[in-house]
């Protein structure tokens, strides 16, 4: 889990370990004008009369007075560089901050180009349960069972309500489905408040054969800790909705889900937007928000690594690590040279705006030629120079979930 600020990746109901930020690394660069240690520009030349230095002095203040009394300089670049070049993070914000996020509709009237964001998976990652939606996945007849509890799980809708059914020698339990985390891509791993506490149903819906079966992590004899599935921790319930959600607002020691924003969405990735339109609005100098297109190399380990994992915290010798590495997109990425020594960021690929699955097999193998073509090194693969380029070197695997959904692996080499 992230430290509270950082999202996880969770589609079926996966959650994944800690992550950090990876620093980047252009601060330590020297700029081009300065000289080296040690050294002068003035080294060398003839010593400047010191009248004449004093003069030059004097004119520079009378410059510098007749331009403040005159409004000279009212273009110049922002006035808060630190916040045009940082990275947003999602963490959980008290009440009073909540005020500075102002939703999707306050950036579609000027972005309308990127208002298809609004219609992604991304945006749709964590759902209210309703009946319009959901109910149809829970109107499947199935019955799982777990012979090492001895407990049959049933899914229902009744009364309105999406509820999963847990029957064994004790009794009967059931809990009503409130929140659904996934974009129904591949399932959904649905969350009970049922009593008051937030507990992650013990099975799943997955969309390959349309099917229920049990939560990755909650498998046959998994010992949840309680009948209907896995009672979770504070800090476990806020990892699990801050990758889900564009902002986060707490409540006491607990979670405000209504005046938070589920899905992740404009303000997720670009940060609160209510300064930037106020901005915008009297047409400051200083627009207010982070500037993602000049951190191009920064965003898939500092942005998307936020939830999609960055490698500073991943032990892939851990038991299990390996197998979910295509999972873990931007560690997966960050071993390949292409990421390495040919700058290749997650959105050369991917427009940030629009789904994966919208770009074309044959688009993305375009992509690739577009840079291994020429003379060696980038000349085409000797391999197969017209062929297949992502499923030879970004191959799918199963990453072990029920009903073996695939992940591309984003470690591209040859496999």
């Known amino acids: 889990m992230k430290q509270i600020s950082a999202r996880r990746p969770s589609d079926a109901g996966q959650v994944a370990a800690a992550d950090e930020v990876h620093p980047g690394g252009a601060q330590n660069r020297r700029a081009a004008d300065q000289p080296p240690p040690g050294t002068s520009r003035t080294s060398g030349r003839q010593a400047v009369p010191s009248l004449f230095v004093a003069m030059m002095a004097c004119l520079g203040i009378l410059v510098v007075m007749v331009a403040s009394l005159t409004g000279c300089g009212q273009s110049q670049a922002p006035s808060s560089p630190a916040q045009a070049s940082a990275i947003p993070t999602v963490r959980v914000i008290p009440p009073s901050e909540r005020g500075e996020y102002l939703g999707n509709s306050a950036c579609v009237t000027c972005h309308p180009k990127q208002a298809a964001q609004t219609q992604t998976r991304h945006a749709r990652t964590l759902q209210q349960v309703t009946a319009d939606v959901h109910a149809k996945y829970f109107s499947i007849p199935a019955r799982l069972l777990d012979p090492l509890e001895e407990l049959t799980f049933h899914p229902q809708f009744k009364g309105g309500r999406c509820v999963i059914q847990a029957t064994g020698p004790q009794g009967t339990s059931e809990a009503a489905a409130d929140y659904a985390f996934g974009s129904g891509a591949i399932g959904y791993t649905f969350l009970s408040y ?222």
């Open 194 to 415: 049922a009593g008051g506490r937030p507990t992650e149903l013990r099975i799943s819906h997955y969309v390959n054969g349309s099917r229920w079966e049990f939560t990755p992590g909650q498998r046959m004899g998994g010992q949840s800790n309680s009948p209907v599935g896995q009672v979770l921790s504070p800090n476990h319930e806020r990892t699990c909705f801050a990758c889900h959600s564009t902002v986060l607002v707490s409540r006491g020691a607990g979670l405000d889900l209504q005046q938070s924003i589920a899905g992740v969405s404009c303000e997720g990735c670009h940060g609160p937007g209510r300064s930037h339109v106020e901005a915008v609005r009297i047409r400051a100098p200083d627009h207010r928000m982070a500037r993602l297109s000049t951190m191009r190399e920064r965003l898939s380990l500092e942005l998307c690594g936020q939830c999609h994992r960055a490698p500073d915290n991943v032990d892939l010798h851990a038991p299990g690590m390996a197998v979910q590495l295509p999972r873990m997109q931007s560690v997966a990425l960050s071993y390949s040279a292409c990421f390495k020594k040919g700058g290749l960021t997650c959105v050369t690929c991917h427009n940030p705006h629009g789904d994966a699955a919208s770009v074309t097999h044959t688009e993305y193998n375009a992509k690739c030629v577009s840079c291994h073509s020429g003379p060696a090194p980038q000349r085409p693969c000797p391999v197969q120079p017209q062929g297949d380029c992502v499923n030879c070197h970004m191959p799918s695997q199963d990453v072990g979930m029920p009903t073996s959904p695939r992940f591309r692996n984003h470690w591209i080499r040859a496999w």
